[in-house]
Every structure is written in structure tokens, then in C-alpha cells.
């Protein structure tokens, strides 16, 4: 079957202004999350869904980040009044559910802020 | 707080060779899952092997092979017969199961294979 899928691939944009990602998980995975990945860095953890509920939303950076996910599905991580320091690629995996499954990833988005 | 520590940002292996990346981690949990994940240059992070904590022996996958060393928070991954499509970065994962449903990965380690 498909696999996760993101949107845009690639996103430059201005600072200040608001960027919205989009994630489609695999059909049937409960559980969806956002990482954020810097150059030749690892993954920082941003947040977690199971359904439609982020349990812990402290892994965002600032509040200018927020997600949501609608019919258990499709998420959007939006950042408002983006900042250079934004600038990475998000990564977006899904899982059938938490702990041991595997998370499979998305090819992720370049966000480049300028 | 969990943290996993990669140590070597950088190794490389003679193709056929063995080859093996560290990975440290420090919890205060006892039941908890610990992931090696590969992502090669296209980005796109795959799984490679996985371990349960409460399991003592250590899981394989093909080539692939871990030394889970619970006691010492030592999660290692043993590379055997390298191939050059081994090459990528390799990242340490550690997950537990709760509402939270957090994962905290490696810095990792860039893995170069030489023919």
C-alpha cells in the first residue's frame, strides 16, 4: 500500500510569514508524529497523535507551533510568523500504534526560511 | 528525562567487512523499546532492527545483528558482510509505552562503506 506521504517537498518562504505541512499517514496507523530534523542533525521529537488527540504538546519549540489531525488521519503542523531558526526538514511517521511499532516516515518537508 | 547518546558521529567499514555503532542510552523506566532506524541520502528513515527491553536476547535481522546490554544502558548495533547500500546514517531510538508516546533518537552516525 501507499506509504506516508508530505506536502510540499520543499517550502522557502519569508520570515514572518505562516507555513502550513501536511502529513497523510498510512491508512489504519493510529499513531502519528512530527519530528524536526537540522542539517546532518537527529530527529527532534515535536509531537505526538493518537486519533486525533496530542496528549503532550511540550516538545513544540514555541507557541507559534501547532498541530492538528482530523478523522484519525490527515495532520497539519503549522508555524506562525516563521523565524530563520525554523529552517529544517520535518519529518512526519506514523505507526500502527505507540512504543514497540515501527514507525514508518515520510520523505519530509525542506522548510528554508529566508 | 530519556537521552540516547551516539558517540561517533562518523565511521567507516571495508565492504564485507564488520562494523560496530554505539548507542548509550539513560532512563529510569525498566519496560521500554530501543530502535536502530537507517537513513540514506534520498532521507527516507526505515527501520532496521528493534529490541524489547524486557527480552535478553539480542535481536538480528539478517546482517544486522544488536548487543543489548540492559544493566549497562548499551544498545549497539553490529553490522556484518557490509554492502555498500549499508551506507547511510544511523540513528539509536528509544521509545516506552504511555499517553505521551514520545520518541527520542540519536544525534546519530554517518556510516561510509569502501569498496
Known amino acids: 500500500g501507499a506509504g506516508v506521504s508530505q506536502s510540499p517537498s520543499n517550502k522557502v518562504t519569508e520570515k514572518g510569514k505562516d507555513v502550513e505541512l501536511r502529513c497523510d499517514p498510512i491508512?489504519?496507523?493510529?499513531?502519528l508524529y512530527w519530528y524536526r530534523q537540522s542539517l546532518g542533525q537527529g530527529l527532534e521529537f515535536l509531537i505526538y497523535?493518537?486519533?486525533?488527540?496530542?496528549?503532550?504538546k511540550s516538545g513544540l519549540p514555541s507557541d507559534r507551533f501547532s498541530a492538528e489531525r482530523t478523522g484519525g488521519s490527515v495532520s497539519t503542523l503549522t508555524i506562525q510568523r516563521t523565524q530563520q531558526e525554523d529552517s529544517a526538514v520535518y519529518l512526519c511517521?506514523?505507526?500502527?500504534?505507540?512504543?514497540?511499532?515501527?514507525?514508518?516516515f515520510g520523505p519530509g518537508t525542506r522548510l528554508t526560511v529566508t | 528525562a530519556q537521552t540516547v547518546t551516539q558517540s561517533q558521529p562518523e565511521m567507516s567499514v571495508q565492504e564485507a567487512e564488520t562494523v560496530t555503532l554505539s548507542c548509550t542510552y539513560d532512563?529510569?523506566?525498566?519496560?521500554?523499546?530501543l530502535f536502530w532506524y537507517k537513513q540514506p541520502p534520498s532521507r527516507q528513515m526505515i527501520l532496521v532492527i528493534r529490541?524489547?527491553?524486557?527480552?535478553?536476547q539480542n535481536a538480528t535481522e539478517n546482517r544486522f545483528s544488536v548487543n543489548f546490554q540492559k544493566a549497562a544502558k548499551s544498545f549497539s548495533l553490529k553490522i556484518s558482510d557490509s554492502q555498500l547500500g549499508d551506507a547511510a546514517m544511523y540513528f539509536c531510538?528509544?521509545?516506552?509505552?504511555?499517553?505521551?508516546?514520545?520518541?527520542?533518537f540519536g544525534d546519530g552516525t554517518t556510516l561510509t562503506v569502501k569498496p
Open positions: 511517521a506514523s505507526s500502527f500504534s505507540r512504543g514497540f511499532y515501527e514507525q514508518y
Open positions: 491508512s489504519g496507523h493510529t499513531a
Open positions: 497523535f493518537q486519533g486525533n488527540s496530542a496528549p503532550d
Open positions: 532512563t529510569s523506566e525498566s519496560d521500554y523499546y
Open positions: 529490541q524489547e527491553a524486557y527480552k535478553q
Open positions: 531510538a528509544y521509545s516506552y509505552n504511555t499517553n505521551a508516546g514520545k520518541s527520542t
